[in-house]
């Protein structure tokens, strides 16, 4: 029982400390200075805490060489670059909620913080080792994210998204941390590795550690939303703010999934024909459940929401795949999703009228006329979830990515490869249902006049539009961080598929 | 200029004029806002494309390599993906044919679209650039890219711009065409993964040891993919819709024969084996076949003279796609002469319903009639490109389809005997047409307007494109000549290359190697 | 595991399901916070069986007597605790239920008092029964202090998520 070096596992936390320490600091702003500036304040503090928690990461990631890190928490180019990823899109969905709160008429200083504490847990996400982190992290992540949910008080359906929101994310803690309870009884050990070892060296009680894997799996679709798990999504993303269902649809979806391969990888990769099936037929079913319900959606957000799980769906083609390439892919595709995702929620925000009305495609009518770059960088990033080449830019090298590592796999999958491009077909039918009244309707009068968007949320989607193009023409530099960003639980080759079947 | 920056500038200036036109471009006579007219930039830009492509035609030579000019540059290496571009005969050709009826289509209907002319034309430059990265493609990956990159702008070009039905029509187009082209992403990936994933070139990917099952599986991938666009029966379905919708240059740029080259170039070059084996190459016959007739005969009967053109495309379609199957040096000259002279008469077609439409606000072929009294011009160049489209001798229909029949007699003499038939009936429902049209007078009495200066050079220049090829294109078969034998060649790898002196028609030279 | 332990791990293991059934299914708020504390007492019973007497003191302080506390505290103040339309457990049965396991209980107590007979078996391999606080500190400020702290960051969060969402509101 050493003394743990404290000094060292500060260097490894420190985006973390500095993300909590500025949620503290932003905290702080909401209540001291004159009363009108004080949420902005807040906002722009908990910006430049998030613009910070980047910079580290990048820095981690570039400079000192990477060790595999502590028991505890992970040192590798996984940690670094999700989490740079999720500081971008914290920074991204405080500017989206200051300007949505302030349409609303209801910006607050807590806002923010709660955006970098939820930040906080998100990343320790990417970077825990340990089955106690990775609950922490998890709960840090969720209590703030129902907060935020529930931040326009005035809005019934924001209320109810939240109580439901509430209610199934407790359900899932449970199942989670029950499962954590039963592996730790089954194998002896919080840490990743150890219980990877353990396991692998045959457990004791195995039909303790199959129903604490269960379980934890159980608990973990549930926070990645996949079917049929998913049942909470729409409702919760469709009533909460818009600017918020951004941030859940992009960030706090891409911390559960950093979680989901970092535990199937150095945990339970021994079990890997024991899970793998189950896997195999949530990946599909959430595929074609998320993308044939989108179908016949006519609210915006619901039809992201949708979208949201078919991309999850998606993702888990990449965990099943259980491989380096796979991670790479997860990291590549997650980068373009939050890209694409965070772009087409900054326009939503523009469109909102400051009332919790829920936004419907005949909204977007007309978009073409009213803002046309704004237009433009919606159908980018619509494209981009699509996964079309070049006018979807980095969204089609995503999609690549996922079915390179589909077919790549030691067991190569065909047949997920082949569902997932057909329900991607599927999918060209709403998010051109999306596209098509921006550009080929005529602008509706709106029942309440929608002030101009504000720079920051202008700003943020052509950003994102720009960065998906580029990427889309020269995607070698994010293929290259991807490649460098597989946990290094992959780094040893080829791993042990060799039992499961295709 | 050399030949690499010829390709690349080929490729990429159209993407630069869509942005040009885009940025810079200006409505039109109602619009006060400072820029230039949308569509003489636009002429610029296609003029621009047309003169490159023909510099290119002029300053390559023969060489014993197939391709006559290449490009080559690193693009994603970690994928092994190259930004390679290549051209042999049969792409210059399409590139040359291309290149020249964009520009003249434009001067054609100079007045046709109104509303937001920039974005449209910059549409239509996107397209162009698709067309020619697929025509000049190397790298399979920029192959895809390109392909992929033909469908949104067009999509908007027949959703905004098209009529009233446009919005369905341009959705139906885009998700049967998505899912063709996403099986074929997955087949792309599979191929290159079996190839060892370093290199998207298409001879590399040609080299790679796949077991007999997933060949034919991932050429079934490619053909789907491309035989939806051709379109063959029974997924042809969106075509009439698109074109009936779609305004007149977008109508011809789906019918550029852009997925029958894609075939040619691609698909059976990269599973020679797996393209003979049945009963795939039996089905696509059957269906090519039947594509034929049915595409015929639904002209026959079609009142609408947007959708008689659109479904006799769908039946040329089919002789295509009998004469390449049959793989005969012969029937593959033939395939491409045919797709070439398919892509000048079919568009052409499709300008001259444009302009008569027009004028009378209907395509309903009863509402129309009585051009020949009123506008002696139009009449003419309606007569001429109606020949053509039957395939008349001293037109350039005739050639290729002659060529056609004869490559794909000895292989499937019954489909053959079948397609005549369909070529006979192509006679019926084109000079019935031109006759109710051209000569009969019509219930609707408004006077026709003759073709004026832009309409009368652009159809000028179809006319003597369909004369030119249809009494002079032994140059042209010369140069098709060793492209035709190639693909035939791969696609029958055990010496069986001549049926019997039945070798490429190259008139009266030994060839152009 | 002795006989004897066995036979209270499986009396605090049917207190513990069976207060949290009662608690869910009570319709008056203050009888279900009642049963919560039951099922905390229980629980804590379960700690002590699986030698961790520490944790199973702090369930006591924390959860009953703090907590609990709180909610009965909140729930009266605001008048919430009607009485609910279902009968509580009040009848012969219950009573009778209650007296079984106040017997258990009892009898645990009395043999706990009798001492070092019982004891050894009821609590078995414990390293120092006399210091257990310490290890838990020693673990929870060098291996877990990660943990613990993120702990206070998590409580950090639902503080500011309960004072935003409980707040009356002012003017925006």
């Known amino acids: 029982m ?163 929101y509430f209610l199934l994310g407790a359900f899932s803690t449970a199942f989670l941390l029950y499962g954590i309870a039963l592996v730790y009884g089954a194998t002896g050990s919080m840490q990743l590795e150890g219980i990877g070892s353990a396991v692998a060296s045959g457990a004791k009680l195995p039909g303790l550690l199959m129903a604490g894997v269960a379980l934890m799996l159980v608990g973990l679709a549930f926070k990645v939303a996949a079917a049929p798990f998913h049942l909470w999504t729409p409702d919760v993303y469709d009533g909460a703010p818009t600017a918020v269902t951004g941030f859940m649809a992009a960030s706090v979806k891409a911390a559960a999934f950093a979680i989901f391969l970092r535990i199937t990888a150095e945990a339970f990769a021994p079990l ?149 491009v057909l329900s991607s077909v599927v999918s060209g039918g709403y998010y051109l249902g999306l596209i098509a009244p921006a550009f080929m309707q005529s602008p509706v009068p709106a029942a309440r006049p929608i002030p101009a968007p504000p720079t920051g949320v202008r700003a943020i989607a052509i950003a994102c539009a720009v960065v998906v193009l580029v990427l889309g023409v020269l995607p070698s530099s994010l293929t290259r961080l991807a490649q460098r960003s597989a946990p290094s639980a992959f780094a040893g080759g080829p791993t042990v598929a060799t039992t499961i079947q295709p | ?350 300008i001259l319903v444009g302009i008569v439409g027009a004028q009378r606000g209907t395509f309903a072929i009863e509402s129309l009639g009585g051009v020949a009294t009123q506008a002696p011009l139009l009449a003419t160049a309606f007569i001429i490109v109606t020949m053509s489209a039957i395939g008349l001798p001293a037109t350039n229909g005739f050639i290729g389809e002659l060529l056609s029949f004869l490559g794909s007699w000895r292989v499937y003499p019954v489909p053959t005997l079948v397609a005549i038939v369909g070529v006979v009936l192509a006679a019926v429902y084109l000079l019935s047409a031109m006759q109710r049209v051209v000569f009969t007078a019509s219930a609707d009495v408004r006077p026709f307007r003759d073709l004026d200066l832009r309409q009368s050079i652009a159809m000028g220049a179809f006319v003597l494109a369909i004369v030119w090829l249809g009494i002079g294109s032994a140059p042209m078969m010369r140069m098709l000549a060793p492209a035709a034998e190639r693909i035939a060649a791969r696609q029958l790898p055990e010496g069986r290359v001549n049926f019997q002196g039945d070798g490429p028609v190259a008139l009266g030279t030994e060839g152009a190697r | 595991m002795s006989d004897l332990s066995r036979y209270f791990f499986y009396l605090f293991s049917l207190l513990t399901i069976g207060s949290a059934l009662a608690f869910v299914t009570r319709k008056g708020p203050v009888p279900a916070a009642l049963w919560l504390v039951n099922t905390m007492f229980a629980l804590s019973g379960l700690y002590v069986l699986l030698d961790a007497p520490f944790v199973g003191a702090v369930q006591v302080l924390v959860y009953a007597g703090a907590i609990m506390v709180v909610f009965v505290f909140v729930v009266m103040l605001l008048n919430l605790g009607r009485a609910g339309d279902r009968p509580d457990l009040r009848g012969i049965g219950g009573q009778l239920t209650a007296g079984v396991v106040g017997a258990a209980l009892l009898a645990l107590l009395l043999a706990a008092r009798r001492g070092d007979a019982v004891l050894p078996a009821l609590v078995p391999s414990s390293t120092s029964t006399s210091n257990v606080v310490e290890p838990v500190a020693q673990l929870l400020f060098t291996d877990y202090l990660l943990a613990f702290e993120l702990t206070s960051i998590v409580l950090l969060t639902a503080l500011v998520g309960a004072v935003v969402l409980a707040k009356r509101r002012t003017a925006a």
């Not at chain 1, 993308?291 to 915006?300: C, R, S, T, Y």
């Not at chain 2, 990917?205 to 991932?218: K, T």
């Not at chain 2, 393209?275 to 190459?281: G, H, S, T, V, Y």
Request: aromatic share 8%; glycine share 8%.
């Open chain 2, 1 to 350: 200029m050399s030949a690499a920056v010829l390709l690349v500038a080929l490729v990429a200036w159209p993407l630069i004029g869509a942005a040009l036109i885009a940025v810079l471009g200006r409505s039109g006579e109602g619009d006060s806002s400072s820029g230039i007219d949308a569509r003489t930039l636009a002429l610029g830009v296609f003029g621009l494309e047309a003169v490159l492509a023909i510099v290119l035609a002029v300053s390559v030579h023969a060489t014993g390599s197939a391709w006559l000019a290449t490009a080559d540059a690193a693009w994603i290496p970690e994928i092994g993906a190259r930004f390679s571009l290549g051209a042999d005969s049969f792409a210059l050709v399409m590139v040359v044919m291309s290149a020249l009826v964009l520009p003249f289509s434009l001067l054609a209907t100079w007045n046709e679209v109104a509303k937001r002319r920039p974005a449209y034309f910059a549409c239509l430059s996107a397209v162009a650039s698709g067309l020619m990265g697929v025509f000049l493609a190397r790298d399979l990956l920029l192959f895809y890219v390109a392909w992929e990159l033909l469908l949104i702008p067009m999509y908007f070009v027949v959703g905004v711009w098209g009529g009233t039905a446009a919005p369905r029509a341009a959705l139906k187009y885009f998700i049967v065409t998505t899912l063709g082209s996403l099986l074929m992403l997955v087949a792309v990936v599979y191929v290159w993964n079996a190839a060892g994933g370093i290199s998207f070139a298409y001879d590399a990917l040609a080299a790679a040891r796949m077991s007999d099952a997933a060949a034919r599986w991932c050429l079934a991938a490619f053909l789907l993919a491309f035989l939806v666009k051709a379109p063959l029966l029974p997924l042809h379905s969106w075509l009439p819709d698109a074109q009936r919708e779609a305004p007149t240059m977008g109508a011809l740029a789906l019918g550029l024969k852009v997925s029958t080259f894609a075939i040619a170039r691609v698909a059976l070059p990269l599973f020679p084996a797996a393209a003979l084996a049945e009963p795939m190459r039996g089905t696509i016959v059957a269906l090519a076949v039947a594509g034929i007739i049915y595409g015929a005969l639904l002209a026959v009967v079609q009142p609408d003279l947007k959708r008689l053109v659109s479904y006799a495309s769908i039946s040329h379609v089919g002789l295509v796609l009998l004469a390449l199957f049959a793989f005969t040096p012969t029937g593959a000259q033939g395939a491409m002469l045919l797709m070439i002279n398919l892509g000048i008469t079919t568009s052409a077609l499709f």
């Open chain 1, 2 to 164: 050493n003394a743990p070096n404290v000094s060292g596992m500060l260097m490894l936390i420190l985006p973390e400390v500095v993300l909590s320490v500025g949620a503290m600091i932003t905290l702080l702003l909401g209540v001291s200075g004159a009363d009108a500036g004080r949420s902005h304040r807040a906002a722009m503090a908990a910006l430049a805490t998030a613009v910070v928690g980047v910079v580290l990461a990048i820095g981690m990631l570039t400079g000192a060489p990477l060790a595999p890190g502590t028991t505890f928490i992970a040192n590798d180019g996984f940690r670094w670059t999700l989490t740079a990823l999720l500081c971008a899109g914290t920074g991204a969905a405080v500017v989206l909620t200051e300007a949505y709160d302030r349409r609303a008429g209801v910006a607050r200083a807590e806002t923010p913080a709660l955006l970098l504490l939820a930040a906080t847990g998100m990343t320790l996400l990417t970077a825990a080792r340990d089955l106690m982190v990775v609950f922490l992290g998890i709960e840090l992540m969720s209590l703030a994210t129902y907060v935020l949910v529930a931040m326009h008080r005035t809005s019934a359906r924001a209320a109810e998204a939240a109580v439901k």
């Open chain 1, 272 to 420: 890997l024909a024991d899970w793998h099936p189950v896997l195999w037929v949530l990946a599909a079913a959430t595929m074609v459940i998320g993308n044939v319900l989108a179908l016949g959606q006519q609210q915006i957000k619901r039809v992201l929401a949708y979208s949201s799980i078919a991309h999850a769906g998606y993702l888990l083609v990449a965990v099943v795949s259980f491989s380096a390439e796979g991670a790479t892919a997860l990291v590549f595709y997650l980068v373009a999703y939050t890209l694409a995702t965070m772009g087409a929620f900054a326009v939503l925000v523009a469109l909102s009228d400051g009332t919790d009305r829920p936004l419907v495609r005949q909204d977007l009518a007309g978009l073409r006329e009213r803002h046309p770059w704004l237009a433009l960088a919606f159908a980018v990033c619509v494209l981009s979830m699509l996964g079309f080449p070049l006018a979807g830019g980095v969204g089609f090298f995503a999609k690549w990515q996922v079915l390179q590592a589909a077919l790549q796999a030691s067991v190569p999958q065909q047949t997920l490869a082949i569902v997932l």
